[in-house]
């Protein structure tokens, strides 16, 4: 069994020298009435002092009492008591007792030093530690914990009782346990890196990644563990948005892919038609019948390279939008009017009821890409029945409304479909990018307007309304 000394107190000098005179007094004190059985011993209680006062005060004042304690002993303690005689006996026993007794003091000082260092360094490691900002923590092999910094506290929630009685091991998530405790159990290892989840105070678990390194004892047995944990949540977060990124990347160009090959196809087939049919002068009807088809294709694709060409412009912040007066009644019928032979191959009967002259106070080109996007998709997901298209001043604003009586909108997608590359039907059914609601809903935003959905869900139809600022003085006017 291993003695363990209680640790020195710290005192003050002049405290110290008090005790190293003290100290003597006291145990001069105490042999007085001992002097007839200790006779041959005079010294031994001056022995005890010299060694505690050099534990409790340290070098100087453990010699003080040495010294003291040489001529007190000497004097009273030694025959004959009470005079200083140089006699034998006296010299004999003052020339014992100081070496000895001095030896003791040191070593006892030299004890204390020790106490002294070791504290030193331990808040010295403290400090270091509860200065990290990573979790530190020292556990057993036995998986009791030993010491955690101030981060971990105030990390996890958990003091010293928690680590002690392994509470740690409760914070780590349980999926992670096992590779962490293999790694923790592990006699063999040097040490090892490994990412797991903390538990936080709050309960919610961000990620770490965690250095563990075994200490040793001179048999190569692991005597305790040292982690040291650096929080990794916000790298773990941009590594999946990254991952959700590329996955809607790959997804958009599978799209786009298919939707750029599709007038693609049909122009190219007419133009081989048109080829063959050239050579017939006759049939010059033909040729342009085909050419026009042809000419539809491209507009489609140039327009949905326009839509691209949008989104990147949006994305580096690009997409200009003027601010001037202009007749959004107008805005809205020219749409309508444009869409009328679409609507009519659709089986769509387009109405319009547009207040005259509400004047906008925007960027006319940009809100009739606004109208012609929802009006193309009242008509794309209408089932061929009826789609109103209205245009009031309300409260201040023009307020537009597009209502269909189509496919409908599920509830959960409600909230998605205005984002980007977000669609509600499968690509199976209905072509599209996934874009024009969201270029919409940028535009209308960056005009001063809103822009919202509703739809009592699939097969009830939809309703979209767009709010849009109105310029005031034309509007006086
Ligand atoms: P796209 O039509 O190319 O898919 P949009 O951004 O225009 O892209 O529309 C996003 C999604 O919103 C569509 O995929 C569709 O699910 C839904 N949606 C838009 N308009 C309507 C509508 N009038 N009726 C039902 N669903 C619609």
Known sequence: ???????????????????????????????????????????????????????????????????????????????????????????????????????????????????????????????????????????????????????????????????????????????????????????????????????????????????????????????????SCTEIQAQKESEEAKALAIEARDAFLSVAGHELRTPLTAALLQIQGAQRLVHDVEDGEAVARRLGKVAASIERLGSLVDVLLDVSRLGMGKLAIERRSYDLSAVVETVVDRFAEEARRAGVALRVDVEAGVHGDGDPLRVEQVVANLVSNAIKYGRSQPVDVSLRRAGGRARLTIADRGIGIAPGDLGRIFDRFERGVSERHFGGLGLGLWIARQIVEASGGTIAVSSRGPGEGSLFTVELPLDARADAA
């Open 1 to 227: 069994m291993r003695l363990r000394l209680p640790p020195p107190p710290s005192v003050p000098a002049a405290a110290a020298y008090a005790i190293a005179v003290a100290a003597p007094l006291l145990a001069l004190a105490a042999s007085l009435p001992l002097r007839p059985h200790v006779y041959n011993v005079p010294f031994a209680l001056f022995f005890l002092a010299a060694s505690i006062v050099g534990y409790v005060a340290g070098t100087g004042p453990g010699l003080v009492t040495v010294a003291m304690s040489a001529v007190l002993g000497t004097y009273w303690l030694v025959p004959p008591y009470g005079a200083l005689t140089f006699s034998n006996a006296e010299i004999l026993a003052a020339g014992l007792y100081v070496p000895v007794a001095t030896v003791l003091a040191l070593l006892a000082a030299s004890l204390r030093e020790g106490y002294a260092r070791r504290a030193a360094s331990e808040a010295w490691f403290r400090t270091l530690a509860d200065a990290s900002p990573q979790l530190v923590f020292t556990a057993l092999p036995s998986g009791a914990g030993e010491y955690c910094n101030r981060t971990y506290s105030d990390y996890t929630g958990h003091g010293p009782e928690q680590l002690r009685s392994g509470g740690w091991l409760a914070s780590i998530h349980p999926d992670d346990v096992p590779r962490f405790h293999a790694a923790w159990t592990d006699a063999s290892s040097e040490g090892c890196t490994t990412q797991l989840r903390i538990r936080r105070h709050d309960g919610t678990y961000r990620w770490f990644l965690a250095a563990l390194v075994p200490l040793r004892d001179a048999q190569g047995g692991v005597v305790r563990w040292y982690a």
